[in-house]
């Protein structure tokens, strides 16, 4: 949608936000004028970003033999694990879209790893295309859990089902577990929706806890729905 399109920065800047992130399928088939048109887009909204692809992203047919990534890395991220580090906050982006998979995701050891390793005095955040629970099935689903559990994230962003949701789930590892906060963003410019019509999700972050706002866009204005506060884990 155009006016999704033009809307979206504007209102995404207008809420202030400490870090914007992108859960994947930024393009419908992954060619080049879909990544050059997204790749303005993306430009437009507020820094520091935290993009990772979704299954979308990955080219069809021999390119998907030949360079899988080439094109997202070009216009996009060099970087498809990527890191934020911010005052209070630390967020991790992890590629759970393999090429040799159709639209189904992984998550690899050495990822994992990544997310047990995760130390920060403030909120933690991890942030992939495939949620955790939900639609789809994410090899490497347990190790994904256990990794969540001993670096004690607080915030796990996903994509992919392409309706917003946001609920806790209990994640066990080692012997422990935790409870992590798992939020789902819906399609935010897509003419594509399941459901519900286009949005973003604005996350508020304080002392009483996680309150979840979810943005609809009518005819090219966004408009709050009621927030949901989730108290702390």
């Known amino acids: ?72 890395q070009r216009w996009i991220d060099r970087e498809l694990d990527p890191v934020v580090r911010l005052p209070g906050l630390c967020a991790i982006g992890l590629n759970s879209m393999p090429w040799w998979r159709w639209k189904d995701g992984r998550v690899t050891e050495r990822q994992a790893g990544l997310v047990a390793a995760m130390e920060s005095p403030g909120v933690r955040l991890v942030a992939l295309h495939h949620p955790l629970a939900g639609h789809g099935r994410l090899l490497g689903r347990r190790r994904l859990s256990a990794a969540l559990a001993a670096g004690r994230v607080d915030l796990l962003l996903a994509g992919h089902q392409h309706v917003p949701s946001s609920r806790y789930l209990e994640v066990a590892g080692n012997g422990s577990t935790h409870r992590v906060l798992q939020v789902v963003a819906g399609t935010a410019t897509s003419v594509r929706t399941r459901r519900v019509g286009r949005s973003w999700t604005l996350i508020r972050i304080g002392a009483a806890g996680i309150e979840i706002q979810e943005r609809h866009e009518v005819d090219g204005q966004w408009r709050p729905a009621p927030a949901v506060h989730h108290p702390p884990a």
């Not at 920065?9 to 048109?37: C, E, K, N």
């Not at 069809?60 to 997202?72: E, H, T, V, W």
């Open 1 to 72: 949608s155009a006016a999704a399109v033009d809307s979206l920065p504007a209102d995404v800047a207008a809420a202030a936000p400490a870090l914007t992130v992108v859960t994947g399928d930024l393009t419908m088939r992954a060619r080049t004028g879909q990544f050059r048109r997204v790749a303005a887009l993306l430009d437009a909204l507020p820094r520091p970003r935290l993009v990772i692809l979704g299954n979308h992203d990955v080219p069809l047919g021999p390119r998907r033999l030949a360079g899988p990534y080439r094109f997202y």
